[in-house]
Protein backbone atom coordinates (compact mmCIF):
# COMPACT_ATOMS: atom_id res chain seq x y z
CA UNK A 1 0.00 0.00 0.00
CA UNK A 2 0.82 3.69 -0.28
CA UNK A 3 -0.02 6.06 2.44
CA UNK A 4 -0.42 9.89 2.40
CA UNK A 5 -0.23 12.31 5.16
CA UNK A 6 -2.62 15.09 4.88
CA UNK A 7 -1.21 18.22 5.27
CA UNK A 8 -2.93 20.79 2.97
CA UNK A 9 -7.07 20.70 4.51
CA UNK A 10 -7.04 17.87 6.28
CA UNK A 11 -10.63 18.50 7.43
CA UNK A 12 -11.65 18.51 4.14
CA UNK A 13 -9.15 15.31 2.58
CA UNK A 14 -10.87 13.53 5.38
CA UNK A 15 -14.38 14.41 4.56
CA UNK A 16 -13.72 13.26 1.06
CA UNK A 17 -11.23 10.66 1.63
CA UNK A 18 -14.38 8.78 4.32
CA UNK A 19 -17.16 9.15 1.13
CA UNK A 20 -14.70 7.23 -1.09
CA UNK A 21 -13.41 4.08 1.21
CA UNK A 22 -13.33 0.82 -0.49
CA UNK A 23 -15.21 2.33 -4.13
CA UNK A 24 -13.65 -0.30 -6.26
CA UNK A 25 -13.33 0.80 -9.99
CA UNK A 26 -10.31 -0.33 -12.27
CA UNK A 27 -9.66 3.20 -13.27
CA UNK A 28 -9.76 4.36 -9.73
CA UNK A 29 -6.97 3.92 -6.98
CA UNK A 30 -8.39 2.15 -4.26
CA UNK A 31 -8.59 4.25 -0.92
CA UNK A 32 -8.43 1.74 2.10
CA UNK A 33 -8.38 3.26 5.51
CA UNK A 34 -7.61 6.29 7.15
CA UNK A 35 -5.06 6.25 10.36
CA UNK A 36 -3.93 8.07 13.05
CA UNK A 37 -0.63 8.30 14.68
CA UNK A 38 0.30 9.25 18.49
CA UNK A 39 1.34 12.55 17.29
CA UNK A 40 -2.03 12.95 15.75
CA UNK A 41 -0.94 13.21 12.18
CA UNK A 42 -3.74 11.64 9.91
CA UNK A 43 -2.87 8.77 7.20
CA UNK A 44 -4.87 7.92 4.32
CA UNK A 45 -3.52 3.90 3.34
CA UNK A 46 -4.06 3.10 -0.38
CA UNK A 47 -3.66 1.27 -3.38
CA UNK A 48 0.39 1.11 -4.01
CA UNK A 49 0.61 2.60 -7.88
CA UNK A 50 4.32 2.27 -9.36
CA UNK A 51 3.00 3.51 -12.84
CA UNK A 52 4.05 7.04 -14.50
CA UNK A 53 1.74 10.34 -13.78
CA UNK A 54 0.38 11.81 -16.80
CA UNK A 55 2.44 15.32 -16.01
CA UNK A 56 5.77 13.54 -16.24
CA UNK A 57 4.35 11.59 -19.59
CA UNK A 58 3.61 14.78 -21.07
CA UNK A 59 6.49 16.85 -20.27
CA UNK A 60 9.24 13.78 -21.27
CA UNK A 61 7.37 12.56 -23.97
CA UNK A 62 4.75 14.64 -25.47
CA UNK A 63 5.95 18.38 -24.77
CA UNK A 64 4.05 19.16 -27.63
CA UNK A 65 1.01 16.97 -27.66
CA UNK A 66 0.74 13.39 -27.92
CA UNK A 67 -1.12 11.83 -30.93
CA UNK A 68 -4.84 11.69 -30.36
CA UNK A 69 -5.24 7.79 -30.45
CA UNK A 70 -2.97 8.16 -27.36
CA UNK A 71 -4.82 11.12 -25.87
CA UNK A 72 -8.01 8.82 -26.73
CA UNK A 73 -6.97 6.29 -24.03
CA UNK A 74 -6.29 8.51 -21.26
CA UNK A 75 -9.26 10.01 -22.27
CA UNK A 76 -11.48 6.87 -22.16
CA UNK A 77 -10.24 5.78 -18.31
CA UNK A 78 -10.62 9.27 -17.14
CA UNK A 79 -13.92 8.96 -18.12
CA UNK A 80 -14.82 5.89 -17.09
CA UNK A 81 -13.06 5.92 -13.20
CA UNK A 82 -14.82 9.52 -13.09
CA UNK A 83 -17.91 8.79 -14.20
CA UNK A 84 -18.38 5.79 -11.67
CA UNK A 85 -17.76 8.52 -8.89
CA UNK A 86 -20.23 10.38 -10.80
CA UNK A 87 -22.87 7.58 -10.84
CA UNK A 88 -22.46 7.49 -7.10
CA UNK A 89 -23.24 11.24 -6.55
CA UNK A 90 -19.13 12.42 -6.29
CA UNK A 91 -17.18 14.62 -8.00
CA UNK A 92 -13.57 14.50 -7.78
CA UNK A 93 -13.02 18.45 -8.15
CA UNK A 94 -9.00 18.21 -8.45
CA UNK A 95 -8.81 16.39 -11.73
CA UNK A 96 -5.28 17.34 -13.30
CA UNK A 97 -2.48 15.29 -14.84
CA UNK A 98 -0.44 14.93 -11.60
CA UNK A 99 -3.23 12.98 -10.39
CA UNK A 100 -3.35 10.34 -13.29
CA UNK A 101 -1.35 7.39 -13.79
CA UNK A 102 -0.71 4.42 -15.97
CA UNK A 103 -0.43 0.99 -14.54
CA UNK A 104 -0.62 -2.37 -16.06
CA UNK A 105 -2.61 -1.34 -18.83
CA UNK A 106 -4.97 1.01 -17.54
CA UNK A 107 -5.57 4.72 -16.16
CA UNK A 108 -5.68 5.16 -12.71
CA UNK A 109 -7.45 8.25 -11.00
CA UNK A 110 -5.95 9.24 -7.86
CA UNK A 111 -5.97 11.74 -4.98
CA UNK A 112 -9.60 11.94 -4.44
CA UNK A 113 -9.44 13.68 -1.22
CA UNK A 114 -10.57 16.49 -2.17
CA UNK A 115 -14.13 14.52 -3.93
CA UNK A 116 -17.57 16.28 -2.51
CA UNK A 117 -20.73 14.64 -2.24
CA UNK A 118 -23.30 16.62 -4.53
CA UNK A 119 -26.93 16.67 -4.52
CA UNK A 120 -29.52 18.60 -6.15
CA UNK A 121 -30.13 21.10 -2.61
CA UNK A 122 -26.15 21.04 -2.68
CA UNK A 123 -25.31 22.37 -5.77
CA UNK A 124 -25.69 26.22 -5.03
CA UNK A 125 -24.25 26.16 -1.76
CA UNK A 126 -21.33 28.30 -1.14
CA UNK A 127 -18.69 26.23 0.13
CA UNK A 128 -14.63 26.37 -0.25
CA UNK A 129 -12.95 26.95 -3.69
CA UNK A 130 -10.55 23.84 -3.70
CA UNK A 131 -8.37 22.84 -6.55
CA UNK A 132 -5.71 23.27 -9.01
CA UNK A 133 -6.07 26.94 -10.90
CA UNK A 134 -4.82 25.92 -14.18
CA UNK A 135 -7.81 23.18 -14.07
CA UNK A 136 -10.25 24.71 -11.99
CA UNK A 137 -13.97 25.57 -13.98
CA UNK A 138 -15.40 29.29 -13.40
CA UNK A 139 -18.10 28.58 -11.81
CA UNK A 140 -15.71 27.25 -8.74
CA UNK A 141 -14.62 30.61 -7.78
CA UNK A 142 -18.60 31.18 -6.82
CA UNK A 143 -18.85 28.35 -4.87
CA UNK A 144 -20.56 25.96 -7.27
CA UNK A 145 -20.44 22.26 -7.59
CA UNK A 146 -21.26 19.47 -10.09
CA UNK A 147 -20.32 16.84 -12.03
CA UNK A 148 -19.54 19.74 -14.62
CA UNK A 149 -16.50 20.82 -12.92
CA UNK A 150 -15.02 17.70 -13.59
CA UNK A 151 -16.00 17.87 -17.40
CA UNK A 152 -14.40 21.13 -17.45
CA UNK A 153 -11.19 19.80 -16.02
CA UNK A 154 -11.10 16.73 -18.02
CA UNK A 155 -11.56 19.31 -21.05
CA UNK A 156 -8.23 21.22 -19.91
CA UNK A 157 -6.33 18.27 -19.50
CA UNK A 158 -7.97 16.93 -23.14
CA UNK A 159 -6.25 20.19 -24.30
CA UNK A 160 -2.80 19.73 -22.55
CA UNK A 161 -2.92 16.13 -24.08
CA UNK A 162 -3.09 17.26 -27.69
CA UNK A 163 -1.19 20.44 -27.46
CA UNK A 164 1.27 20.17 -24.51
CA UNK A 165 0.46 23.22 -22.83
CA UNK A 166 -3.08 24.25 -20.71
CA UNK A 167 -5.18 26.95 -22.60
CA UNK A 168 -4.93 29.49 -19.84
CA UNK A 169 -1.68 30.61 -18.16
CA UNK A 170 -0.45 33.51 -16.02
CA UNK A 171 1.71 35.36 -14.01
CA UNK A 172 -0.71 34.75 -11.04
CA UNK A 173 -3.58 32.64 -9.85
CA UNK A 174 -5.80 36.08 -10.00
CA UNK A 175 -4.59 36.73 -13.55
CA UNK A 176 -5.16 33.06 -14.64
CA UNK A 177 -8.26 32.90 -12.44
CA UNK A 178 -9.50 35.74 -14.41
CA UNK A 179 -9.00 34.32 -17.64
CA UNK A 180 -11.43 31.22 -16.80
CA UNK A 181 -13.60 33.61 -16.12
CA UNK A 182 -13.45 36.09 -19.15
CA UNK A 183 -11.73 34.52 -21.65
CA UNK A 184 -12.18 32.51 -24.41
CA UNK A 185 -9.77 29.89 -25.05
CA UNK A 186 -7.24 29.88 -28.29
CA UNK A 187 -7.85 26.53 -29.73
CA UNK A 188 -6.17 27.18 -32.95
CA UNK A 189 -2.98 24.90 -31.86
CA UNK A 190 -5.67 22.00 -32.05
CA UNK A 191 -6.68 20.04 -34.55
CA UNK A 192 -9.33 21.61 -36.21
CA UNK A 193 -11.86 18.51 -35.84
CA UNK A 194 -11.70 18.32 -31.87
CA UNK A 195 -11.75 22.44 -31.86
CA UNK A 196 -16.13 22.26 -31.49
CA UNK A 197 -15.45 19.10 -28.85
CA UNK A 198 -13.07 21.10 -26.90
CA UNK A 199 -15.48 24.41 -27.21
CA UNK A 200 -18.74 22.66 -26.01
CA UNK A 201 -16.28 21.29 -22.63
CA UNK A 202 -14.76 24.30 -22.10
CA UNK A 203 -17.78 26.59 -22.17
CA UNK A 204 -18.36 29.00 -19.22
CA UNK A 205 -21.81 28.22 -18.70
CA UNK A 206 -21.85 25.15 -17.24
CA UNK A 207 -25.81 24.69 -18.13
CA UNK A 208 -24.28 24.95 -21.61
CA UNK A 209 -20.91 22.72 -21.32
CA UNK A 210 -20.78 19.20 -22.30
CA UNK A 211 -23.22 17.41 -19.61
CA UNK A 212 -21.15 14.34 -19.06
CA UNK A 213 -17.59 12.67 -19.30
CA UNK A 214 -19.21 9.52 -21.41
CA UNK A 215 -20.36 12.14 -23.86
CA UNK A 216 -17.40 14.00 -24.22
CA UNK A 217 -15.62 10.69 -24.88
CA UNK A 218 -18.13 10.25 -27.69
CA UNK A 219 -18.03 14.24 -28.99
CA UNK A 220 -14.13 13.15 -29.26
CA UNK A 221 -14.52 9.65 -31.03
CA UNK A 222 -16.87 11.32 -33.61
CA UNK A 223 -14.46 14.22 -34.55
CA UNK A 224 -11.53 11.93 -35.00
CA UNK A 225 -13.62 9.52 -37.29
CA UNK A 226 -14.25 12.65 -39.16
CA UNK A 227 -10.81 13.56 -39.59
CA UNK A 228 -9.34 16.22 -40.64
CA UNK A 229 -11.49 18.59 -42.43
CA UNK A 230 -10.35 21.00 -45.81
CA UNK A 231 -9.00 24.37 -44.44
CA UNK A 232 -11.77 26.83 -44.95
CA UNK A 233 -11.09 28.49 -48.56
CA UNK A 234 -10.38 32.06 -48.67
CA UNK A 235 -12.20 34.67 -48.52
CA UNK A 236 -13.30 36.51 -51.64
CA UNK A 237 -11.12 39.19 -52.74
CA UNK A 238 -12.39 42.74 -51.80
CA UNK A 239 -13.84 45.04 -55.10
CA UNK A 240 -11.91 47.70 -55.68
CA UNK A 241 -13.66 51.60 -55.79
CA UNK A 242 -13.12 54.56 -56.21
CA UNK A 243 -13.31 55.49 -52.40
CA UNK A 244 -9.58 54.96 -51.19
CA UNK A 245 -10.67 54.33 -47.27
CA UNK A 246 -12.64 50.83 -49.23
CA UNK A 247 -10.29 48.55 -47.95
CA UNK A 248 -8.53 49.96 -44.71
CA UNK A 249 -9.11 47.53 -42.25
CA UNK A 250 -9.70 48.57 -38.67
CA UNK A 251 -7.22 47.07 -36.24
CA UNK A 252 -7.96 45.90 -32.67
CA UNK A 253 -6.09 45.49 -30.55
CA UNK A 254 -0.18 23.41 -7.83
CA UNK A 255 -2.41 26.02 -6.59
CA UNK A 256 -5.39 25.62 -3.94
CA UNK A 257 -7.71 28.09 -3.04
CA UNK A 258 -9.21 28.27 -0.02
Not at 48 to 57: A, E, H, I, M, P
Given at each position: VALKLLQNNPDIEIRGTRQCL?????????????????????????????????????????????????????????ADGVGYLHDRGIVHRDLKPANLYREGGLVKVGDIGLSKIITPSQRGAQTESIGTVYYMAPEVSRGEYGREVDVYSTAVVLYELLTGRVPFDGETTAEILMKHLSEEPDLSPLPIRFRPVLAHALNKDPTARTPTLEQLLKEFDAAETRREPLEPPPEPPVAKTDDSTANETPTTDDVVLV
Open positions: NLKHQNLVTIFDIKSDDDGDVWVVMEYVTGQGLDRVIAEDFPDGMPPEEARWWLAGL
